[in-house]
Nanobody
Framework: QVQLVESGGGLVQAEDSLRLSCAASGVIFSNYLMGWFRQAPGKEREFVAAITWRNGRKNYAESAKGRFTISRDAARNSVYLQMNGLKPEDTATYYC??????????????????WGQGTQVTVSS
């Protein structure tokens, strides 16, 4: 069993930066895929970025490319999402998720097995 706890959200202005953290308790096996998703009010949960635990291979949504960076720290059992150049349309609840054995290109929320409670990011214009 894996428990995920996100932190780092907040209220920022457009073009500001935020760094989200996801702390995992329990064992993270080398075949895990760790992802970040987001969900805005009235919208479906959407993929943001993912990273393989074994070798750090990354995948990004088009909306995140060039602005967001996902990383992991095995020693701290943590995953991070550095978000730069934030836009009002990035406003959402951001969720950390774990996919057992997933391929780095997996972007489907339904394929992820463990989820955190989410952290709110609000970007004002």
């Amino acid at each position: 069993q894996v428990q995920l706890v996100e932190s780092g959200g907040g209220l920022v202005q457009a073009e500001d930066s935020l760094r989200l953290s996801c702390a995992a308790s329990g064992v993270i096996f080398s075949n895990y895929l760790m992802g970040w998703f987001r969900q805005a009010p009235g919208k479906e949960r959407e993929f943001v970025a993912a990273i393989t635990w074994r070798n750090g291979r990354k995948n990004y949504a088009e909306s995140a490319k060039g602005r967001f960076t996902i990383s992991r720290d095995a020693a701290r059992n943590s995953v991070y999402l550095q978000m730069n150049g934030l836009k009002p349309e990035d406003t959402a609840t951001y969720y950390c998720a774990a996919n057992i054995g997933g391929h780095y290109s997996n972007t489907e929320a339904k394929d992820y097995h463990y989820w955190g409670q989410g952290t709110q990011v609000t970007v004002s214009s």
